[in-house]
């Protein structure tokens, strides 16, 4: 019985395209369950729900707006489990995952939903809608849909596959699905390969580079509706992933100035924000190149067990908003106080319980439940950051660009440190530099797996007060997920990761 509910649920995932009811703005919208036929693409206000439907299911707390980013976080070395919960992660922090196991099902279901929904837009949009909206308006929107989809393929290779480095993409990667999916017979489809999935991602931001506006008309829109600034600065992030410095750099260049102020000077006008403090609240910033809003109405918040402070800030008891599930490791970097010294205003969003045995928790997400905290997809600061360390690797040097990309985030926080290009004495430090300073930067927005496995680095050890996980080296089965067994129950032709 549960296998049979298993596979109804995932066949009425992968062919539900939801409708959203209007409002004003895009992404805050409240789906409704209708199946979709031809009739919703008759008018141009019809088309646009579609499109916010696009959003609504990506943004969903089983895939980015809760669970994708927490998953990437606590199966690292930053996170200590509290409550041994197998509802809210336990295996993924202790590397135990099997097809079976309700994350792994759940992501890659949430995953597919969202790209099958953006393949079924698209198809619509050929069939009908481009002509309801007229040409200027369905590039518009078809450059969204891909968007979506491309970078919803991106995140299930960095959990479900096998990095870029081994084998240059010759791995198994996913099943490639690029039209709507109605029958069952549709997903019998064999798993491409890692470089496929990337060739395609890329090909989607391309094209959304080409024909997304390059601003709209409020900051509410410009953070959380797509851009062209925002495929460009995704783009940075998929030659990162791939280890292609020389198209990182040219990709990052497009929206950073070659020297500080790094602002970007076309589209929306990107920089980073004085108080680092301020953008956890402030969610419409400059910094934030796309973000997933969430509101107190019921289905358009991350929803039971996906929120970001319900995993990682302590109850209320301990003044916290969350249930505490995840607290930061102490030898994580949190710890390294050389690294991340007490003058550094990051440090206010670390919040401290207990005097005996203190405990550290992210503090940046603090909206009480229903949890409303804008879920970050990509900040500024990570654009300039992967600047710096792809110059540093492309030109094996200590390059001055970098090192000044480095200062520029670093000295918004704690301006007790200006780095040098004398302060390292190869590449490799300067390298190691800018890594430790994505870790402080980005704890508990989902970067540290994808940058560990992105650099065939080991997923290092971690101990709690009620067990201890092993170094996952890369040549370890657990190094990435099994693929879901859902999918292999209904796709005969998709193979598990060996």
């Not at 940075?236 to 790094?262: G, N």
């Not at 969610?283 to 358009?300: A, K």
């Not at 440090?347 to 940046?364: A, D, H, I, N």
Request: contains cysteine.
């Amino acid at each position: 019985m549960k296998q049979l509910i298993n596979h109804i649920f995932f066949v009425c995932s992968l062919t539900l395209l939801f409708t959203a009811c209007k409002r004003d703005d895009l992404m805050d919208t409240v789906p409704t369950s209708d199946i979709p036929d031809l009739s919703v693409y008759s008018s141009k206000e019809q088309v646009l729900n579609q499109v916010r439907a696009l959003y609504s299911s990506f943004k969903n707390g089983q895939f980015h707006g809760g669970r994708y980013l927490i998953y990437n976080d606590i199966r690292s070395e930053e996170f200590l489990n509290e409550k041994t919960n197998g509802v809210t992660g336990l295996q993924t922090w202790n590397h135990t995952l099997t097809n079976t196991v309700a994350e792994v099902n759940g992501l890659w279901a949430q995953g597919y939903l969202a790209i099958n929904n953006c393949n079924i837009f698209l198809d619509g949009m050929a069939e009908k809608g481009s002509a309801v909206v007229g040409d200027s308006l369905s590039r518009n929107y078809l450059a969204e849909a891909r968007l979506i989809r491309g970078y919803a393929y991106y995140c299930l290779l960095q959990l479900y596959a096998r990095p870029y480095w081994d084998g240059n993409g010759s791995k198994p990667g996913l099943p490639l699905r690029l039209n709507g999916n109605k029958l069952r017979s549709d997903y019998q489809l064999a798993r491409s390969s890692v470089a496929e999935i990337y060739t395609q991602v890329l090909s989607d931001l391309n094209y959304a580079e080409a024909n997304l506006p390059r601003a709209y008309s409020t900051a509410e829109l410009n953070t959380t509706r797509v851009h062209r600034n925002t495929a460009i600065a995704l783009k940075t992030r998929v030659y990162m992933s791939m280890q292609k410095y020389a198209e990182a750099i040219t990709e990052a260049s497009k929206i950073v100035t070659a020297t500080a102020p790094f602002t970007a000077t076309s589209g929306v006008a990107h920089a980073l924000q004085p108080d680092v403090t301020k953008i956890y609240t402030t969610y419409n910033t400059t910094e934030s190149i796309f973000s997933m809003p969430m509101t107190s109405t019921t289905g358009d918040n991350p929803g039971t067990q996906n929120q970001l402070a319900y995993y990682y800030s302590p109850a209320s008891s301990l003044g916290g908003v969350g249930n505490g599930e995840y607290c930061l490791n102490p030898n994580g970097i949190v710890g390294n106080t050389a690294a991340w010294p007490a003058t550094d205003r990051r440090r206010e969003l670390v919040k401290v319980t207990g005097t005996t045995t203190k405990k550290y928790w992210v503090s940046k997400f603090a909206a009480p439940s229903p949890y409303t905290d804008y879920v970050p997809v990509i900040r500024y600061a990570e654009v300039l950051l992967s600047l710096a360390e792809a110059r540093a690797r492309f030109t094996n040097s200590v390059d001055a660009q970098a090192v000044a990309l480095l200062n520029a985030v670093r000295n918004r926080s704690d301006a007790t440190k200006t780095f040098t290009v004398a302060d390292f004495a190869s590449a490799t430090d300067l390298i190691n530099a800018l890594l430790l300073e994505r870790r402080i930067e980005f704890v508990g927005e989902g970067l540290r797996s994808p940058d560990l496995l992105r650099l065939g680095l080991p997923i290092p050890a971690k101990s709690s007060t009620s067990s201890s996980v092993p170094t996952i080296l890369p040549t370890n089965k657990q190094y990435v997920w099994p693929v879901s067994s859902t999918e292999l129950d209904l796709n005969k032709l998709c193979k598990d990761n060996e």
